[in-house]
């Protein structure tokens, strides 16, 4: 019999502008610490360095984790010319330098090469897994190794200031598995002057944004108390991306056991994902297939919140 994960039953969605320095699991750690959360988890990591949303699950809002995963997300971002790191960042050893500084309108003309669907090399310092081994191991040990470019959606990629030579800030927004460090050692390359990314802030991760975003020094601020809960976001909020149907009383109980479940007639094809709610409360992800829904995610009932 599985043991029962200790903390508290509490499901939600917590936006956190996270500082510069501690790691994207320090942030969930510390969430989980702050709700006494039995389960927690992020959707999708940012560097120690890099700053602004991280989107952090809890409970049963994990399950949905894999469609923020999914949804674009918008960066901006600073490029340091003349400079290539071993890092493709600040944090790095310089490994080559060059005089040479781009025009503006030589970046302007370089970055519709790194818009659309593009393939791009990840960083050697990566959390990508070479014969089962993270990049960044091998790279710290000094190993000489390649990795293989890797497919990308880029759907927007701008100049938005350039106050000096030695700098440009860019906005990205990009899908799942984007770099924004090989987008700036890439981008350096193509203009003949070497280039890193000096700082990097997440704007937002699909249906989440950093403005009204809690801030770490708060989290740890509200830890254990009703003020923190106020900021939690329905689970719901992580499937905005995802068509929604309703169902009947009636098919709650399945649904819930994972059984195919009526549902109400929608705006959804035979054959298409989408998620089910009763009562504005989701029930389960699934496929639609003919009048019901055939789930492959199923939501347990949420707890009331703490002082309601």
Known sequence: MA??????????????????????????NKVRWAFDANKAGHAGTLDPAATGVLAVALGEATKTVPWITDALKCYDFTVTFGAATNTDDAEGEVTATSRSRPT?????????AFTGDIMQVPPAFSAVKIDGERAYARARDGETFEIAARPLHVAELTLRDRAHADHATLRMVCGKGGYVRAIARDLGATLGCLGHVRDLRRVWSGPFAVDGAITYPEVERMARTEALDAWLHPLERGLSDLPMLTCPAASVARLRNGNPGQVFPGNVAYGEEAWVSHDGVAIAIGRLMGAELHPSRVFAAIPEPRGE
């Open 3 to 28: 043991r029962k994960r200790k903390g508290r039953d509490i499901s939600g969605w917590l936006v956190v502008d996270k500082p510069a320095g501690p790691t994207s699991t320090a942030v969930v």
């Open 104 to 112: 503006d309108a030589e970046i302007e003309a370089a970055l519709p």
